[in-house]
Structure formats: C-alpha cells, structure tokens
C-alpha cells in the first residue's frame, strides 16, 4: 500500500490506515479516495498531495 503527503503541512495519507474520522475507510486506495475529500489537517485537496516512496 501506498502513503501520499501533504505537501503544505506533511501530514501523511495512508492508504492501509485510510481516514475513517473524515469516511475513508481503511485500505481506500488513492485513487478512490473521493475527490472532494480534503487534509484533515490543513485543508488542502488531492491535489496538493505527493505519493512518499
């Protein structure tokens, strides 16, 4: 599974752990995380996401 950081705060999406506090359940691959979805941290959207190798 892959994580994705924001790139204004760095909080990290992980797609094993997904954000069940914000309805993404665990093990929501990228992709299918919705896109209106936003940082729970900041704010941000998707787009402001970087995949962490």
Sequence with gaps: M???ECTACG???DEEL???DNG???GTKWE???EDWVCPLCGVGKEDFEEVN
């Design 11 to 13: 909080y990290i999406y």
């Design 32 to 34: 299918d995380v919705p």
């Design 18 to 20: 997904g954000d069940p």
């Design 24 to 26: 993404v359940a665990p």
């Design 2 to 4: 892959r994580k994705f």
